[in-house]
């Protein structure tokens, strides 16, 4: 059994292509909740910037975290937003400190 | 009232000053816990880089973080740090989309 692990993942759409990528973005929310080990799994958008959405993300263990990875539902999702950001996801995995 | 607002706060420290920041970084940990309307307030490490400290935050209202902000215990703080970080913090203030 692992350590509860989080995740930041910052997605950067392209200038013209924001909300369908914010609209691509919601759908992955509700069937993530839904997994193994999914703790927190929240959606959040930049006040100051809507082109810098950002997943922040907590699971039970880097197991679950690596089966959501690998989850059909991601796969399509990720397929949706094929062309659509301006560079490749910027995601970052994080242990407690305190 | 204004809406639920989180933080993220990435912190870069000098390349031999990492520890320092770290445990500076853990101090502000439990008073700011106490403080009015904060409801998570986690310090975070990359798993892949020691030298990004981020924190992870929520608060009930925009001016409970105003309030934060403006803490003596963040004044002293900020004032350890001062010399020991690569380039300011990079803090983002975020709302929940989904």
Not at 7 to 31: G, H, N, Q, T, Y
């Amino acid at each position: 059994m692992s350590e509860k692990i989080r995740v930041i993942a910052k997605f950067s759409p392209k200038a013209d292509k924001v909300d369908e990528v914010r609209a691509i973005l919601s759908e992955f929310v509700e069937p993530t909740r839904a997994e193994n080990g999914c703790v927190v799994y929240d959606l959040l958008v930049n006040e100051a910037d809507p082109a810098d959405l950002t997943f922040y993300e907590e699971w039970e263990s880097a197991e679950d975290l690596a089966a959501h990875s690998k989850s059909e539902h991601l796969a399509v999702g990720r397929k949706k937003l094929e062309g659509l950001l301006e560079k490749p996801a910027d995601v970052r995995k994080y242990i407690l400190v305190k």
